[in-house]
């Protein structure tokens, strides 16, 4: 696969769903939890999107797709029961220069989706050569080592580099973080050496 994974600011993106089923459901309800402003166009939408209109990062508009929904979206997920309709909607997106995904044929899109493990300020998405549930499955296992004290670790660290380098400090955090980042790391934040080691310099 010649995939190159990214992670966006999800804030700043601008993303339309076309579908209202299960699928469109998870992918937007990702995108919104990501902090997206998500347009989402289907002649039926399911019930938990609509349960997060009030949010204010939601439109849902219900009725058929037309080539002018694609609008200012950055980011575009097909995911109806529709075979024409998604080939459609991916053709027009490609053809606007977006990002597309498309749920029930990839090879139409430019992007897929990855299981997602995320707490904290860490994030770990897998990608399983087209074979979600075995993506998930690793998430799953990765998740299990990558717990709480993984995301309290990164939340300590911030803090410390970000208070630092606002003192003008920079060199004073390469430093500490060449001793604290090194080859035990994951050792240290399992046993709780890191954060007190953290926290003997705040």
Known sequence: M????????????????????????????????????????????AQPLHDRVSGGRLELMTRTYATSDIADAQLVVVATDDRAVNAAAALDARTAGRLVNVADAPGEGSFSTMATHRLGALIVGVSAGGVPSAAARIRDAIAMRFDARYASALSDLSALRRRLLDDGKGESWRRRADLLIDERFCDAVESGELAARVSAWR
């Open 2 to 45: 010649s995939g190159f994974p990214i992670l966006i600011e999800g804030a700043g993106v601008r993303a339309l769903v076309v579908g209202g089923g299960a699928v469109a459901v998870r992918k937007a309800t990702a995108l919104l939890d990501a902090g997206a402003h998500v347009r989402v166009v289907a002649p039926a939408i």
